[in-house]
T-cell receptor
Framework: DTAVSQTPKYLVTQMGNDKSIKCEQN?????MYWYKQDSKKFLKIMFS???????INETVPNRFSPKSPDKAHLNLHINSLELGDSAVYFC?????????????FGSGTRLTVV | AQKVTQAQTEISVVEKEDVTLDCVYE???????LFWYKQPPSGELVFLIR??????QNEISGRYSWNFQKSTSSFNFTITASQVVDSAVYFC?????????????FGQGTTLQVKP
């Protein structure tokens, strides 16, 4: 019944590894997002996909690559993980115009790079 | 450029006190939406309110109330008779209608600690 589900909830990995975080929504929304929350709690958008098309790509290192196989899924793949990638990553979904319909956030994935 | 400022980094109150969390925003758009989210210690983001730029009526929901003033670009949040369960990080956020990207711009967050 979870509206926006992210897996895994916790991820601990070594520097240099490649990892993926998966996100799925069952709300029928057409737009999905990835937000990063750093150690100071600051939340910033990374990517947004609308109907599988990339519409927001903030200044994120090339090591981060989102993939949206369909409207209900938005995965985040990170190559060559660095210590600074440690953060909580939130997936969200909405129906555009999202300002009319609001957003639903997943519960977050806490990534720790050691 | 769009920006949301929550000048209060941390606030500590004793239970039953009233507390106001400030939020000031900047935008060139005439149509935009403002949000408040709560992030309890468990980490999830909980939606509290959405307000559009054309609706300046204050809103009250139980112990929560919001004061939107376009003249000062502020959207402040007051908790009346605070409780320990209100302890959380609170985020104010802005979304512009133009561009239709759905991008949410968050403030830095205010950590509220309510002591028994």
């Amino acid at each position: 019944d979870t509206a926006v589900s992210q897996t895994p909830k916790y991820l601990v990995t070594q520097m240099g590894n490649d990892k993926s975080i998966k996100c799925e929504q069952n709300l029928g929304h057409d737009t999905m997002y990835w937000y990063k929350q750093d150690s100071k709690k600051f939340l910033k958008i990374m990517f947004s996909y609308n109907n599988k098309e990339l519409i927001i790509n903030e200044t994120v290192p090339n090591r981060f690559s989102p993939k949206s196989p369909d409207k209900a899924h938005l995965n985040l793949h990170i190559n060559s993980l660095e210590l600074g990638d440690s953060a909580v990553y939130f997936c969200a979904s909405s129906r555009l115009p999202s300002t009319n319909y609001g957003y639903t956030f997943g519960s977050g994935t806490r990534l720790t790079v050691v | 450029a769009q920006k949301v400022t929550q000048a209060q980094t941390e606030i500590s109150v004793v239970e039953k006190e009233d507390v106001t969390l400030d939020c000031v925003y900047e935008t060139r758009d005439t149509t935009y939406y403002l949000f408040w989210y709560k992030q309890p210690p468990s980490g999830e983001l909980v939606f509290l309110i959405r307000r559009n730029s054309f609706d300046e009526q204050n809103e009250i929901s139980g112990r929560y109330s919001w004061n939107f003033q376009k003249s000062t670009s502020s959207f402040n949040f007051t908790i009346t008779a605070s409780q320990v369960v209100d302890s959380a990080v609170y985020f104010c956020a802005l979304s512009e209608v133009s561009g239709n990207t759905g991008k949410l711009i968050f403030g830095q967050g205010t950590t509220l600690q309510v002591k028994p």
